[in-house]
C-alpha cells in the first residue's frame, strides 16, 4: 500500500482560525475550525491549534496517510523569520509562530502572509499553473497583493514585499486608509473602498438611484453591486471609478514587473466585469506602448474554494520541493 503524503495549511484570522489537510493533487480531504480568540496569549492558540489538528490527523478515513509539513497564513506574517508582526485585531506583538508550532511537530513549519499564500495556491491549483509571472490581489476589507517572478514569490529583503494596497494614489485625498496615510489605493479598490465611493457620490449627487433605498451608513458594497446588476447608473459608476483607479494601479505594477497576468480573489472580485472591464481600459491606458493588450486580468479559479487554507497548504509543498 502507497503512503499518501499530505501537509497541512492553516489559516489564522483574527476572527477564525482554519486549517485543512490537502494532499498532493490539491484535494481536501479533511480538516476543522475554531473560533482564534486574538485577545488571547498565542500561545494558547497555538496548542489548541496543534491538539485540533492532531486529533484531525487521527480520525482521517485513509490511515496511510503520512504528515509531511505545516504551511500557515497569517496577517503580517514574515517568511524569512518565522514571526508575526503587530497583526491587526490582535493583542500581539512580535510572535514567533513558526517556534510555536515545532514545539508540538517534528515538522518542518512555514508561514507567510495571506496574500501570498492566495497567489501560491493560485499558483499550484489555480489558474496560474504553469506561469512564471503573474500579480494575485485579493479585493476584501482591504487589498492584499502576492508578486510571483520567475516562479517564486517576491518576499523581499525584510520578507514584507508586495503591499500594493498602500500604493498611493493621492496623498491630498481626505480617505484616511487604516494604515495611517491618505489616498491609499485599498481606500477605493476593496469592499470598504466601494461602499465609501458610493456613499460619496449618493451625497455630492441628486439622481435616482437604487443605493437611496438603504440608510447610507448601512450600504455596502455588496449593495451597490446589486444596484450596478439591475441596471442601476450611480452604482454602475461606483465601479467605473473603483476600477478606473485600480487600473491605473495595476499599470504600475505592470511596468514594474512584466506579469503574464493578475488574477483578482475575494468578495470584491464577484463582481466580474462590473470591475474588471474599466479597470483594464485604465491599466491599458496608463501602460507604455510595449506593455498594452498583454496582460490578462482574471477572476481567481479558486474563489469558490478556501484559497487561505489551499494556499497554506501549497506554501510548505513548494518549500517541501524546494521551490519557495
Ligand atoms: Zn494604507
Redesign the pocket.
Known sequence: MTVKEVTVGIDIGGTNTVFGFIDERGDEIGGGHFPTYADEPPEQLIRRLADAIKSGFMSLEDDQCQLTGIGIGAPNANFHTGTVEHPPNFDWEVVNVVDLMKRHFDLPVVITNDANAAALGEMLYGGAGGMKDFIQITLGTGLGSGLVVDGRIVFGHDGFAGEM??LTVDPKSDRR?????YG????WASATGVARTARQLLEERSDDSLMRLTPRNELTSKGVFLAAEKGDALAREVFEITGSVLGMKLADAVMMLSPEAIFFFGGLARAGSLLLDPARRSMEANLLPIFRGKVRLEVSRLQDRNVAVLGAAALIQSTLRGNA
Open positions: 494596497g498602500h486608509c487604516g494604515c495611517g496615510k491609499c489605493l485599498e481606500t
